[in-house]
């Protein structure tokens, strides 16, 4: 199949099957959404939401963030992964939030890097997600799916590579729904050590699944997974 073939395939199919793509983190505004994401790296959004609305409840804007102080707002982040770092990050990021922005969450790539703890992939969430901007956040999901799906070539090693070239194949229109269908199905259909292939609606466009369609089929009997 031509990666001009698979791309129509992968979109009609999840246009079709999931118009509404959104994120799974719970968020009321842009300043909410910024602070659930930040949480989030390297930590699932089920944690995530089980921490923000006491953060949401305490500190409802930028500047009740900002007046507050580490002591203070630890033990809201403790059960979040790399607490310290994301705590700090937070404090800072309410602060630069006031003293460059007007208290107001900026709305391009190029100002959000700046805010600590925001990387392109966060910048990319919040333009996506927020003002539906035709940005492709990267996280593990998005890297793995793509390349097994074959959208991305197999030797795109970052995530910049990546988001490159999904940017690249993918009408401007869909950008913002494609992160968040890479995302869910990496999540609940294929995953990182045993994709569920034998379940998956979409392996008529699939690489992986071509590549190692007799071995997935074998492992119904064996219970050995295919290689990557």
Request: proline share 6%; hydrophobic share 40%.
């Amino acid at each position: 199949m031509l990666k001009k073939e698979r791309y129509a395939a992968f979109i009609q199919h999840f246009s079709e099957n999931m118009p509404v793509a959104e994120t799974e983190l719970e968020y009321e505004n842009p300043y909410q959404l910024l602070v659930a994401v930040a949480l989030s790296a390297q930590c699932t959004d089920k944690r995530v939401n089980l921490t923000t609305p006491a953060i949401f409840r305490d500190f409802p804007t930028p500047y009740h963030l900002a007046a507050s102080d580490f002591d203070e707002l630890f033990p809201y982040i403790k059960s979040i992964s790399y607490p310290n770092n994301k705590t700090k990050h937070l404090l800072g990021m309410a602060k630069m939030l006031i003293e460059d922005f007007g208290g107001e969450v900026p709305s391009t790539v190029e100002e959000l890097v700046k805010l600590p703890g925001v990387g392109r992939k966060t910048a990319n969430v919040i333009t996506s997600v927020v003002w539906n901007q035709p940005n492709m956040a990267v996280d593990t999901h998005v890297f793995r799916v793509s390349k097994r799906l074959g959208l991305v070539t197999q030797n795109a090693k970052t995530p910049l590579e990546v988001e490159k070239q999904l940017i690249r194949h993918i009408p401007k229109e869909h950008v913002h729904k494609a992160h968040h269908w890479l995302i869910l199905h990496g999540r609940y259909v294929c995953l990182a050590r045993k994709p569920k292939c034998l379940e998956c609606t979409i392996t008529s466009f699939c690489r992986y699944f071509e590549k190692n369609r007799e071995a997935i089929l074998d492992e119904q009997n064996t219970g050995l997974a295919p290689k990557k």
